[in-house]
Nanobody
Framework: QVQLVESGGGLVQAGDSLRLSCAPS????????MGWFRQAPGKEREFVAICNRDGGLTYYADSVKGRFTISRGNAKNTVYLQMKSLRPDDTAVYYCAADLNTAQVRTSRPRYWGQGTQVTVSS
């Protein structure tokens, strides 16, 4: 069983930067594709970014492309989401996700989800 723990959320102003982290407990996730999703109030959860197990391949939602960067730590066991030029419409609960199958993450069907971390961007 993999438990994912997100951290780094908070309240920032528009234009600020923030870095989210996701680390597992229970086992390592070096062989897993990892992704970030978000859910804004009153909206469905949406895909944000994904990286494959070695971090060499990444893919982003159009809404965050050029502003967000997903990466893995040196041991590939932690995944980060660096967010720059934040906007009020980035406000959401951000979730980390993992699956051995990259396609499962890309299509929002990963096996493992974190509990989420709140990101609030004020105007």
């Amino acid at each position: 069983q993999v438990q994912l723990v997100e951290s780094g959320g908070g309240l920032v102003q528009a234009g600020d930067s923030l870095r989210l982290s996701c680390a597992p407990s229970g086992r390592t996730v070096g062989d897993y594709a990892m992704g970030w999703f978000r859910q804004a109030p009153g909206k469905e959860r949406e895909f944000v970014a994904i990286c494959n197990r070695d971090g060499g391949l990444t893919y982003y939602a159009d809404s965050v492309k050029g502003r967000f960067t997903i990466s893995r730590g040196n041991a590939k066991n932690t995944v980060y989401l660096q967010m720059k030029s934040l906007r009020p419409d980035d406000t959401a609960v951000y979730y980390c996700a993992a699956d051995l199958n990259t396609a499962q993450v890309r299509t929002s069907r990963p096996r493992y989800w974190g509990q989420g971390t709140q990101v609030t961007v004020s105007s």
